[in-house]
């Protein structure tokens, strides 16, 4: 069985950076692609960032543009986020996905199959 797991959250100031990593564990399964989540209190799960497995190509949500940058990480057949410039308004629970059926609406929750347990990243003021 699959299992993602997520690690690297923390307590940060504003403006400073974490990375968030996630590994896949279990059996090696076929991906389309990999995504960050986050989830505030009180509200929506929320797109961060997305990367297409095969061609590596990432897009992300405006929020976070110019500021996380999402990478693929083969030895943990997983993915990477890396945070800078943290404000406070990035203070959520974290969660890895990952995607296998080839949909076409990458930023929305709902496309993916497979979900970590989320960590948490908190930045304060």
């Known amino acids: 069985q699959v299992q993602l797991v997520e690690s690297g959250g923390g307590l940060v100031q504003a403006g400073g950076s974490l990375r968030l990593s996630c590994a896949a564990t279990g059996r090696t399964f076929s991906k389309y692609a990999m995504g960050w989540f986050r989830q505030a209190p009180g509200k929506e799960r929320e797109f961060v960032a997305a990367i297409y497995w095969k061609s590596g190509v990432p897009f992300y949500a405006d929020s976070v543009k110019g500021r996380f940058t999402i990478n693929r990480d083969n030895a943990k057949d997983g993915v990477s986020l890396q945070m800078n410039n943290l404000k406070p308004e990035d203070t959520a629970v974290y969660y890895c996905?990952?995607?296998?059926?080839?949909?076409?609406?990458?930023?929305?929750?709902?496309?993916?199959?497979?979900w970590g347990q989320g960590t948490q990243v908190t930045v304060s003021a």
């Open positions: 996905a990952a995607e296998t059926s080839q949909s076409v609406i990458l930023t929305y929750a709902g496309a993916y199959e497979k």
